[in-house]
Structure formats: C-alpha cells, structure tokens
Nanobody
Framework: VQLQASGGGLVRPGGSLTLSCATSGFIFDDYAIAWFRQAPGKEREGVACVGSSGERKYYGDSVKGRFTISKDNAKKTVALQMNSLKPEDTAIYFC???????????????WGQGTQVTVSS
C-alpha cells in the first residue's frame, strides 16, 4: 500500500492550495481516504474524510466551508481543495487510507509521508 501526498507549499493568508493524494497497492474503491494535519507541538487532527464511493464526506469544524475533499476512483487519487487559508492552517498534511469512514487517526493503518503547508504573509 502506497500513498503519496503532494501539493503543499507557502501561501499567503486568504490564498488557496490543492493537495493531492496518489495511491497504489490496494483496492481504492473499497477504502475511505482521509486527510489529517499536524502542527508543531499539537496532536494530529482530522481535516476531512471521504467514503469509499466518494459520496459520504466529513469535515473538521475548523475547515468546514473552506476545504473540499474529492475522490476520483478512476485515477485512484483524492484531492483536498483548500480555500481562504489562515495561518492556523499551517501544518504537515497527511493522507491516509482505511476500510472504515472515520476522522480518527488510529482507525487508519496506511499513511502517506506528508506535505508541508505554510500560510504566512
């Protein structure tokens, strides 16, 4: 199982970024995919999750209305569109795959390496 997160970078407050999670080595259609983030000194936080079919979605309260998660079963990728970014969104963002729709990190066994997002003027 492999997950590769990409698309991070430095962006000004109010700006946008799109993260992508490329996957291989498992039956993508059967798995939920989630994005988590971890800032220095803080616990890993569930940002968004999409169910196996791509229809069921969850967003953390801090990103609701600003972030959008989407799942492309044909390309085996999951995107996280992030708009109206704030300095407090600064973190390393990880994608994870698991058989259960969940926003809890311990429910996921398969993780990508993370991509840094920095929101600063």
């Amino acid at each position: 199982v492999q997950l590769q997160a990409s698309g991070g970078g430095l962006v000004r407050p109010g700006g946008s970024l799109t993260l992508s999670c490329a996957t291989s080595g498992f039956i993508f259609d059967d798995y939920a995919i989630a994005w988590f983030r971890q800032a220095p000194g803080k616990e890993r936080e569930g940002v968004a999750c999409v169910g196996s079919s791509g229809e069921r979605k969850y967003y953390g309260d801090s990103v609701k209305g600003r972030f959008t998660i989407s799942k492309d079963n044909a390309k085996k990728t999951v995107a996280l569109q992030m708009n109206s970014l704030k300095p407090e969104d600064t973190a390393i963002y990880f994608c994870a795959a698991g058989p259960t729709f969940s926003n809890i990190a311990s429910d996921y066994e398969n993780w990508g390496q993370g991509t840094q997002v920095t929101v600063s003027s």
